[in-house]
C-alpha cells in the first residue's frame, strides 16, 4: 500500500496509545486517518510494558478515562477478534504503616467519590487472597476488585486491527522526518517515503515525542527513564488469578504471568537514559541487565513473597519509559503549533490510560476542544522553564522517585530550585519565609516565628504550619498583611479591535470606562470555565490581564487562539515586567496614603478601579480587587522597583503593625470568602451558574460571546449541580479535596477544596452537590449533611453564602 497524498488526520506513532487514537477517530468520527510508525507497531516502549491496569487517580476526570479503558478492553476481543489479555483480577495496595493506612482510608473516600468500588481490608483477607505472601508487616490493605491486568502487545495489535476495520490506514517502517510549516501550522507531513498534507497531526511518538515536536517547533517536556522488572519461573500455589500487588511501602509490584511473578519497582535513585535526542533505530531493544541496582527490589520482593527466594528468572526487562516532571501524562494541543495534539508521557500508566487516552484525544483534535476537564494532563500546564532538558530530567526523576512514596498533603518539590525568584526573596527569607514552588517561581507559603525551624514537617494530620498560618490569617483580617504574587501571570492586550476581542472571549461585560476592573470566567463551547482571571481596561485601547501563576501558558494560548481573524490585537505576556505586592487588611488604606500623593480614599478609588498612581518615584499600577475579603490593593510594580517599592510599604505601615503573609494564609482566607479557585472548585467541567458565578455573567447583555448559546440552551432548566460550602465542626479532622459529600446518608457529590478558616474556627470545605431531578434552593436547605473524611463520616454544615462578611462590606470600605 502506497502512502496517500493526504489525510485529514495523520497520528505519529503506532504504540498503544497511537493505535487507540487512529481506533477512536475511524470509529467515533469517521475521520481519514493515517498512522505512521518508524518501526513496527509496539516496538517503542509498549512491547515491554508489564501491563497492569489501575484506575483511581486524584483527579475524577483521569479517573473516568482509566476507567472508560477497562470498558474498552473488556469488549474489544468481541469487535476485532484479536484478544487484549484482559483479565479483571483485582487490586491489592498494602499498607505497613499508619500514614500509609490514612492515605489508604482517604483514596476508599475518592474511590466512592468518583463512583468506583474500593474496600479496606484486614491482613488475614490479604493472605486468603493471596496465600504466598508474608503479611506479618502489613495495618491492612486497599482492595480494588474491578482493576487487572493485559498484555500490552495484544491490546495495541487488536485497537490497530479495529483502526483498520473503520477504514484508518496504519504504515510501518515510515518515519517521520519533518513538517512543512505555514503560519505556525502544519501542512505535510514529511516521510522518507513521501509527503502527506492533512489538517492535524497527533504526537503519540513515546519517548521520540520530543524530538517530533521540535520538528514543530514544540516543547514535549518528557525524560526517558530505565525501568526494570523479571519474569519468574512457574511459582508452585501461584493461582492464575492472583490480584495484582502494588506493596508501596517496598517500592514494589507484581502480577501472575504464565504460572510465574512479573515483579518491578519504583527507586528512590532511578537512572535516566539520555537528556539528548534518543536513537531513531531503538525497535524492540533494551538494556543490559543491572542486577547490582535491581537487587534493591530483589530483596524488598522475596521479604513480601517468600517462594521468590527459589525461583528462577527467566527473563529480566531492562527497557526505558518516558516519564514527565510532575508524574502527569502530556495531552492536548501544543501553544506554538495550532494544529499538533500530543498524547506522550505516561509514565508507566500507558496501558491503563491507552484506551481512555485514545477517546479524548480523537475528541480533542477533531472539536479542537477537550472534551472534559483535562487541566492535571495538558501541555499546556507548562512553561518556558520546561524547555530546559536537565532541568526536567532532574525534576522528572524525582517525581520518579516518589511514584510509591506517601502522597503528603501540601507536598513540595525540591529539585531543580530556586529557579525563578522574584526581587523580594532574599528579603523574605530574612522574615523567615518557607518556600513552595509554581511553575518554577519560589513562592512564601508561611512564615516561621522565632524559635520554629522554617521548613514544612509532612505529616497526614495538622502540620507544623498551622499555628504560624492562623497567626498570618488573623492579621490580615485585623491589620495589614502584604503578599508577594509577582509570579502572577500578566499578559496586555492593545489595538483598536481589543474590545471587540475581549468581548467575544469574556462571559462578564468588559466593555466598562478606562479605570474599570472585571473579573471574569472565559468559557468554552459547553459553557464550562476555561480560565478565572481580572481584566483592567487602562485605556480605550489598553487592556491588563491577570491570571494565576499555573495558568500563564493555557489562558495566554486560550486568548489568542480564540482572537477573531483579521482584528487589530496584540497580545503580550509580560509576567516578568512587574513585580505584584497585594496590600490586604482593613489598615490597607492608612499604610497606602502614607506612601502616595494620590487620594485613595473610597470616594475617589472605589472597589473594582483601576489607577496608576507613585510610590516611591515609581509609576504603579493599583488595582482594587482582593483575593482575601478585605479591604485592598494590588499593586502592579515594575519589576526593577518591587524592592524599593516594598521598603516603602514595610517602612510606612509600622504603625499599621504591617507584616509579610504566605500563600497558605492566602488559601483559608478566600475559603472563608468563598471565592473560588480554578482547577478544583470552577473546571471546563462547570458552567457559571453551577459554580454560583452566574451574576458575572452578560447574558442580559444582547451580546454574542463564546459558551452563550450552550449557556442559552441550559436555560430554565433546573441545574443538576450547585458548588455549596461545607463546614464540619469536628477538631481532629483534616479537609484536603474529595471527601464524599452525604445528603441524607446518600452521595451526592465529593468536595473540590478543603481547609481550614481560622476566624469562624471551623473546617471549611466545597463541592457540587448533584441531583439528576435538580438542585434547588429547598433541596440545599433540606438535607442533613455529612462528609465522609478519610472512610468516616462527620456531621457537616451547608451553607448558601460566604462564611464570612457575606454582604462584601469589608471590602468596599
Not at 80 to 96: E, I, Q, V, Y
Not at 467 to 494: C, T, W
Amino acid at each position: 500500500m502506497n502512502l496517500p497524498s493526504h489525510a485529514q488526520v495523520v497520528v505519529i506513532g503506532g504504540g498503544i496509545i497511537g493505535c487507540s487514537t487512529a481506533y477512536h477517530l475511524a470509529r467515533d468520527h469517521k475521520a481519514d486517518v493515517v498512522l505512521l510508525e518508524q518501526g513496527r507497531l509496539t516496538s517503542g516502549s509498549t512491547w515491554h510494558a508489564a501491563g497492569l491496569v489501575g484506575q483511581l487517580r486524584s483527579s475524577a476526570s483521569i479517573t473516568r478515562v482509566l476507567k472508560y479503558s477497562v470498558e474498552l478492553y473488556k469488549g474489544l476481543e468481541a469487535e476485532t477478534g484479536l484478544a487484549t489479555g484482559w483479565k479483571m483480577t483485582g487490586c491489592l495496595r498494602l499498607a505497613t504503616s499508619q500514614d500509609r493506612w490514612t492515605e489508604f482510608r482517604r483514596l476508599a473516600t475518592t474511590a466512592k467519590s468518583f463512583g468506583m468500588e474500593m474496600h479496606l481490608i484486614s491482613p488475614a483477607e490479604v493472605k486468603a487472597l493471596w496465600p504466598l505472601m508474608d503479611v506479618s508487616d502489613l495495618v491492612g490493605a486497599s482492595w480494588l476488585p474491578t482493576d487487572g491486568q493485559a498484555s500490552p502487545s495484544d491490546i495495541t495489535q487488536s485497537l490497530a486491527k479495529g483502526a483498520r476495520m473503520h477504514g484508518a490506514k496504519l504504515f510501518e517502517e515510515t518515519r517521520v522526518t519533518g513538517f512543512e510549516m505555514r503560519d505556525g501550522r502544519i501542512v505535510k507531513v514529511k516521510t522518507a517515503k513521501g509527503d502527506i498534507a492533512c489538517e492535524t497531526v497527533v504526537n503519540c511518538a513515546g519517548q521520540w515525542a520530543r524530538q517530533v515536536g521540535v520538528m514543530a517547533g514544540i516543547n514535549v517536556p518528557l525524560q526517558p527513564v530505565k525501568h526494570q522488572y523479571i519474569i519468574t519461573e512457574k511459582i508452585d500455589g501461584l493461582a492464575a488469578d492472583a490480584p495484582t500487588i502494588r506493596d508501596p511501602d517496598r517500592r514494589t509490584y507484581f502480577k501472575e504471568e504464565v504460572g510465574g511473578l512479573v515483579m518491578g519497582g519504583y527507586e528512590p535513585n532511578p537512572q535516566a537514559w539520555t537528556t539528548g535526542d534518543v536513537p531513531d533505530d531503538w525497535e524492540f531493544r533494551l538494556f543490559d541487565d543491572d542486577y547490582d541496582h535491581f537487587e534493591q527490589h530483589m530483596t524488598q520482593a522475596i521479604e513480601r513473597v517468600p517462594a521468590l527466594a527459589n525461583v528462577g528468572v527467566k527473563q529480566m526487562i531492562n527497557g526505558p519509559e518516558s516519564f514527565t516532571p510532575d508524574g502527569n501524562f502530556i495531552l492536548g494541543s501544543a501553544p506554538e503549533c495550532a494544529n499538533m495534539f500530543v498524547g506522550a508521557g505516561f509514565n508507566a500508566f500507558g496501558i491503563a490510560s491507552g484506551g481512555g487516552a485514545g477517546w479524548v484525544l480523537a475528541e480533542w483534535a477533531v472539536r479542537g476542544e477537550a472534551p472534559l476537564d483535562l487541566w492535571v494532563v495538558d501541555i499546556r500546564r507548562f512553561s518556558g522553564l520546561h524547555r530546559d532538558r536537565q532541568w526536567v530530567s532532574d525534576r522528572t526523576l524525582e517525581a520518579y522517585g516518589k511514584h510509591y512514596t506517601i502522597g503528603y498533603p501540601h507536598e513540595e518539590y525540591a529539585s531543580g530550585r530556586p529557579r525563578i525568584v522574584s526581587p523580594l526573596y532574599e528579603r523574605l527569607k530574612q522574615h523567615r519565609a518557607v518556600f513552595g514552588s509554581k511553575l518554577g517561581w519560589e513562592r512564601p507559603n508561611w512564615f516561621a516565628p522565632e524559635g520554629m525551624a522554617a521548613e514544612d514537617v509532612y505529616s497526614m494530620g495538622r502540620q507544623n504550619w498551622f499555628g504560624p498560618v492562623g497567626d498570618e490569617h488573623r492579621h490580615v483580617r485585623e491589620a495589614v498583611g502584604i503578599f508577594d504574587q509577582s509570579s502572577f501571570a500578566k499578559y496586555e492586550i492593545g489595538g483598536a479591535d481589543a474590545l471587540k476581542a475581549l468581548d467575544w472571549i469574556c462571559a462578564n461585560d468588559v466593555a466598562r470606562p478606562a479605570g474599570r476592573l472585571t473579573y471574569t470566567q472565559l468559557l468554552n463551547t459547553r459553557g464550562g470555565i476555561e480560565a478565572d482571571l481580572t481584566v483592567a481596561r487602562l485605556a480605550d485601547e489598553k487592556f491588563y490581564v491577570v491570571t494565576g501563576t499555573g495558568f500563564r501558558t493555557h489562558d495566554l494560548a486560550w486568548i489568542a487562539e480564540h482572537v477573531g481573524k483579521g482584528l487589530d490585537v496584540t497580545l503580550i505576556d509580560v509576567t516578568e515586567d512587574f513585580g505584584t505586592l497585594s496590600l490586604m487588611g482593613p489598615r490597607a488604606r492608612d499604610v497606602l496614603a502614607a506612601v502616595t500623593k494620590a487620594d485613595v480614599s473610597n470616594a475617589d478609588f472605589p472597589f473594582g478601579h483601576v489607577r496608576e498612581i507613585e510610590i516611591a518615584g515609581h509609576t504603579v499600577r493599583a488595582l482594587r480587587v482582593t483575593y482575601v475579603g478585605e479591604l485592598g490593593w494590588e499593586l502592579h510594580v515594575p519589576i526593577a522597583a518591587t524592592g524599593i517599592v516594598f521598603d516603602a510599604l514595610m517602612a510606612a505601615g509600622k504603625p499599621q503593625r504591617i507584616r509579610p503573609v504566605g500563600y497558605r494564609a492566602l488559601e483559608s482566607l478566600r475559603l472563608e470568602k468563598g471565592y473560588r479557585a480554578w482547577g478544583s472548585d470552577i473546571t471546563p467541567n462547570d458552567t457559571p451558574f453551577e459554580a454560583g458565578l452566574g451574576w458575572a455573567v452578560k447574558l442580559r447583555k444582547n451580546t454574542d460571546f463564546l459558551g452563550r448559546s450552550a449557556l442559552l440552551k441550559l436555560g430554565d432548566r433546573p441545574l443538576q449541580k450547585r458548588l455549596a460550602a461545607f463546614t464540619a465542626d469536628a477538631p481532629d479532622i483534616v479537609l484536603v479535596g474529595r471527601e464524599t459529600i452525604l445528603r441524607d446518608g446518600l452521595p451526592v457529590g465529593y468536595l473540590t477544596s478543603g481547609g481550614y478558616g481560622y476566624t469562624i474556627g471551623k473546617n471549611i470545605g466545597y463541592g457540587y452537590v448533584r441531583n439528576a431531578d435538580g438542585v434547588s434552593d429547598t433541596f440545599l436547605r433540606s438535607g442533613r449533611y455529612e462528609l465522609v473524611v478519610a472512610n468516616e463520616p462527620t456531621p457537616a454544615t451547608l451553607h448558601m453564602e460566604p462564611l464570612y462578611d457575606p454582604k462584601g462590606a469589608r471590602v468596599k470600605a
